[in-house]
């Protein structure tokens, strides 16, 4: 599934792209070149907004009319931008459409150049648009069968208007006459008129929303439909509250569904999956179940075992052909094949967790923007991705058949998804997903420093940096798939620090999949950078260990701007750092923060001392919530300068020490 909010689709100015939406239509596997249909009201394009500091590129015209209906949905599509600076032209080249044509149909109205007053038609040859059906995305495993229609943007000039028009028609047999529209504002700068015209049949069951910052629509009745419409002259796109969780920010949009409840989706998508995970009589996955089931009774380990099989024996290839947004491919094809998307990887978990006697069902998930879904209007195109829950002595556990390299249950922990739709035959509601604090550090680094031989030598380095959960699956990944020459070559050059005099000979790993643990070994020297306090008159070193996490960034003015600020959760770091003092350490001293504290929304731990002639400084942050206020914030900036000015040093005994 392919992870669309709007179906109307935007254009890119850099690039001039029109991305099709995630619900396909009408056939169509050439563009149609014409009028508008009847029921567009043609806009006249509006003169610059009166923006002195505009960009190369302004919008003059951002306008979309959309017309749902159970038969199938149509989007009208215009805009018009100036080249306002010759700095606009190096991003405008083409106009690329991209649609399904099993589903979907485009017909394009306006494609031209506005210059002194004349028009130049650049759709006045149909046999100018460059028609192709070609796998875009094909080296990152995707196939999905669009079609692309692209046009160059000749001649195109500083002072020039370009005025581009069109219409998409489209009806997915899936979602069963149901439709979803939505539409913001996307576009740099001042637009000197926004519009957005949705309309519906009067009497059907339809919701709509609005996100701060889009203003209030009309709702009327016209010609037997309701309308809802918006428009606005010199509109300026309201800007997402940095740092904010995603749900505040999604502004200046709006959302219309005639879905009425998740349940409805849960409902619809089951039979699918019902279908897909059914084996054949004579499947080879009953084999392959069976022999999981003769290794263990353990329905958790056979749980973990079937998602190994999965991962290992099939590779992911998304397949976004006709129906394929939606409708999982059979379990035994993937097989058959040995690779499949989340859909058909999904079905194929199903499958072998049905024949091992494993409770499992598929949820509805979005990768990357789960936060807040449950805020929006129910659809389809709030997910894009799907997963298995698997129930266990009412514990559940998560299972996404897409990862590779898992060698360890931990891999079946709650995902970072946030809300889930499950999938059953009596329809679900949404479902949050809470994930666990990490009690075993993502990422633990010990840095140990050889000094012992004296403060002018170059000092013995050894580094270790230890991974666990999905950083330990992603970097043994890494190392499996890359030569150990290039690996080691990598690491020395990513390690090494001319500017700190850290320089790497030796780079290694080691993996511990039984405690899912995965281990960068590097060694060679620092030259350490002992300084002079002036004050003192003794020798310091400066230790780059530093408590502090990162300060909020202040927010202008708009929308959400009170919304609290988004905390990288779960983490949990430790460093330590150790240093092997000459002397057996005699008369040295150290300085820097030892406790625990709570700032920002994490525990710090530190701790700094010498035990016999090892200095050694430790910093563990964990994150204890995902998400603290806007008042929280400003006091925690307070915190945050106060520890980052805490020194943290290694102090030397002048009497003692050559150079002192």
């Known amino acids: 599934m392919s992870p669309r909010l709007f179906a109307a689709s935007i254009l890119s100015l850099p690039a001039i792209a ?70 606009g032209l190096t991003g405008i080249k083409s106009l690329s459409v991209i649609w399904s044509p099993s589903t979907e149909s485009v017909t394009f109205h306006t494609l031209k150049i506005i210059r002194d007053g004349k028009t130049i038609d650049l759709l006045a040859n149909p046999a100018d648009m460059l028609v192709l059906r070609r796998e875009t995305n094909l080296e990152q ?24 028009a069109y219409t998409r028609v489209r009806a997915d047999p899936v ?19 926004y519009r957005t015209i949705i309309s519906w049949p009067k009497g ?56 009425q409840s998740w349940e ?158 499950p999938v059953r035959l009596q329809g679900a509601a949404l479902e949050p997903i809470v994930e666990p604090q990490i009690n075993v550090p993502t990422t633990a680094m010990v840095v140990r420093l050889d000094a012992s031989k004296g403060l002018e030598t170059l000092a013995t380095a050894r580094i270790s940096l230890t991974y666990s959960g999905i950083a330990a699956t992603q970097a043994r990944s890494i190392a499996a798939r890359t030569p150990r020459a290039d690996f080691e070559r990598s690491l020395r050059q990513q390690f090494t620090n001319p500017a700190t005099g850290l320089e790497i000979e030796q780079a290694g790993w080691r993996d511990d999949p039984v405690r899912d643990l995965f281990t960068i070994e590097l060694s060679g020297t620092d030259d350490l950078d002992w300084r002079k306090n002036q004050d003192l008159g003794v020798r310091e070193l400066r230790v780059g260990t530093s408590t502090a996490p990162r300060p909020f960034p202040r927010r202008e003015p708009g929308p959400n701007s009170t919304a609290p600020f988004a905390i990288p959760y779960p983490s949990f770091t430790r460093t ?18 030892t406790g625990v504290s709570r700032v920002a929304g994490y525990e710090i731990v530190a701790g700094a001392g010498i035990q016999g002639d090892v200095a050694s400084f430790v910093v563990e942050q964990h994150a204890m919530t995902q998400e603290i206020s806007a008042a929280e914030a400003e006091a925690a900036n307070r915190e945050i300068r106060k520890l980052r000015d805490v020194d943290i040093f290694v102090r030397a005994p002048a009497e003692a020490l050559p150079g002192g």
């Open 141 to 164: 495993a995707s196939l999905d069968g669009r079609i692309t229609a692209s046009r160059q943007i000749d001649g195109l000039q500083t002072g020039d208007v370009l005025d581009v």
């Open 175 to 193: 979602t069963q006459g149901h439709s979803f529209a939505g539409d913001g504002l996307a576009f740099p700068g001042v637009a000197g008129r």
């Open 576 to 593: 330590r750092t150790e240093i092997v003092l000459p002397n057996g350490g005699k008369g040295f001293t150290v300085r820097g923060p």
């Open 264 to 421: 409805q989706i849960s409902k619809l998508m089951a039979p699918l999956y019902v279908k897909a995970s059914t084996l054949s009589k004579d499947s080879p996955l009953k084999a392959e179940a069976a022999a999981i089931a003769a290794r263990t009774a353990d329905p958790k380990a056979r749980t973990f075992a079937a998602l190994q099989l999965v991962e290992d024996k099939t590779r992911y290839f998304f397949i976004g052909m006709g129906e394929g947004g939606y409708v999982p491919a059979d379990a035994d094809d993937t097989w058959a094949r040995r690779f499949g998307d989340c859909k058909a990887k999904t079905a194929l978990l199903l499958a072998l967790l049905k024949q091992l006697d494993v409770e499992a069902e598929p949820v509805l998930v979005n990768l990357g923007a789960g936060d807040g879904i449950n805020e929006l209007p129910p659809s389809l195109a709030a997910f894009n991705h799907v997963i298995v829950r698997v129930k266990i002595k009412d514990q559940s556990y998560w299972l996404d058949g897409t990862r590779s390299g898992d060698t360890n249950p931990q891999a079946m922990n709650p995902p970072a998804h946030r809300w889930g739709l």
């Open 18 to 87: 029109v991305i099709a939406g995630a619900f396909p239509a009408l056939a169509g596997d050439k563009p149609n070149y014409g009028p508008p249909p009847a029921w567009v009201d043609v806009a006249p394009i509006p003169p610059p907004p009166s923006d002195e500091g505009a960009p190369a590129v302004q919008v003059l015209l951002d306008d979309h009319q959309t017309r749902l209906d159970p038969a199938g949905d149509t989007y009208y599509y215009r805009r018009a931008i100036k080249i306002s600076k010759p700095e």
């Open 204 to 259: 059907e069951a339809v919701t709509w929303k609005t996100t701060p910052g889009f203003g209030d629509p009309q709702l009327k009745d016209v010609g037997g439909r309701t309308v809802l419409s918006f428009d606005k002259a010199d509109a300026l796109a309201p800007k997402a509250p940095i740092g904010a969780p995603l749900r505040f920010r999604r502004v200046g949009q709006v959302q219309v569904t005639s879905w």
